[in-house]
């Protein structure tokens, strides 16, 4: 079946745009999570969404990112008044209820700030 | 804090040569241990899941093995092909109360010339 989707591949952006980041996951899997990868910094956790329950942000840099995952589906990342230091790949990665520490990973969205 | 090192950075290998890739973390307190495949412009690739309660998992010429007591997994890659070339990361899957949340390492970049 299909696997994780994302949108766009590639997103060049002005510095203080905002900018929306968006996952379609594989149909059926509760759970959706966001990761940054950088230079320098490797791959962080941001955020994750699973069914109804509140969002763990714990993972979000600052009060410019948000995400939210509407009907249970799709989540959209937005970074408000983007700054250089947010270019990176952004991933997205979702699981299934039965195995829910298996993530699967889209191909990302390379965000550059200039 | 869960700290994941991956040694070495960097490897460059003649086309056939068996190799370890090693990881190490500081918390034996893992749900389970990944490793991930990158390829440039690409997504993550699950390779092999170890789950905490295992010592190795195999899959064709790959094989993961986990030691918790010492903090230690490595990736042994047998006759190795120049497709091989990636960069490879190992991932920490910790279970946070009803999530599962991955640490990454910073990765190892293979080269494998032919």
């Known amino acids: 079946g299909a696997g994780v989707s994302q949108s766009p591949s590639n997103k060049v952006t002005e510095k203080g745009k905002d900018v929306e980041l968006r996952c379609d996951p594989i149909?059926?899997?509760?759970?959706l999570y966001w990761y940054r990868q950088s230079l320098g910094q490797g791959l962080e956790f941001l955020i994750y969404?699973?069914?109804?329950?509140?969002?763990?942000k714990s993972g979000l840099p600052s009060d410019r990112f948000s995400a939210e995952r509407t009907g249970g589906s799709v989540s959209t990342l937005t970074i408000q008044r983007t700054q250089q230091e947010d270019s990176a790949v952004y991933l997205c990665?979702?699981?299934?209820?039965?195995?829910?520490?298996?993530?699967?990973f889209g191909p990302g969205t390379r965000l550059t700030v200039t | 804090k869960q700290e994941v090192t991956q040694i070495p950075a960097a490897l460059s290998v003649p086309e056939g040569e068996n190799l370890v890739l090693n990881c190490s973390f500081t918390?034996?307190?893992?749900?389970?241990l990944q490793w991930f495949r990158q390829d440039p412009g690409k997504g993550l690739t699950s390779l092999l899941l170890i789950q905490s309660s295992q010592r190795e998992q195999t899959s064709g010429r790959l094989n993961a093995s986990l030691d918790k007591s010492s903090g230690r997994s490595t990736l042994y890659i047998a006759a190795s092909q120049p497709g091989d070339s990636a960069t490879y990361l190992c991932?920490?899957?910790?279970?946070?109360?009803?999530?599962?949340?991955?640490?990454f390492g910073s990765g190892t970049r293979l080269l494998v010339r032919p």
């Open positions: 969404f699973q069914g109804n329950s509140a969002p763990d």
């Open positions: 149909s059926g899997h509760t759970a």
């Open positions: 918390d034996s307190a893992i749900y389970n």
């Open positions: 991932a920490l899957n910790l279970r946070m109360d009803s999530s599962y949340k991955l640490i």
């Open positions: 990665a979702s699981s299934s209820w039965t195995r829910p520490y298996e993530q699967y």
